[in-house]
């Protein structure tokens, strides 16, 4: 098993996009992540971050650490 930093390992993107809508997201918040994900590979900013657990060549968990996340989702 390897952790990965997606911004470390930008060849992971479209991965990590689809494994964390997939996890996460609703209809409401598919482009939302994406925009998340994408943006936290450019930005000089520690935050946004994501990693995935990867386990022999198929991701099996992922994590985010987000600005603001408890404001948009209350419900954490």
């Not at 992971?12 to 209809?27: F, G, L, P, T, V």
């Not at 992540?33 to 657990?53: M, R, V």
């Not at 990867?54 to 600005?67: A, F, H, R």
Request: aromatic share 10%; charged share 25%.
């Amino acid at each position: 098993m390897k952790i990965i930093n997606v911004k470390e390992n930008v060849e992971y993107q479209d991965k990590a996009i689809k494994y964390i809508q997939s996890k996460w997201a609703n209809e409401n918040t598919l482009k939302l992540y994406e925009d998340c994900i994408t943006h936290s590979l450019s930005t000089g900013n520690s935050l946004p971050i994501w990693y995935l657990l990867e386990n022999e060549g198929d991701i099996i968990g992922c994590s985010g650490l987000i600005n603001n996340d408890f404001i948009s989702r209350m419900e954490i």
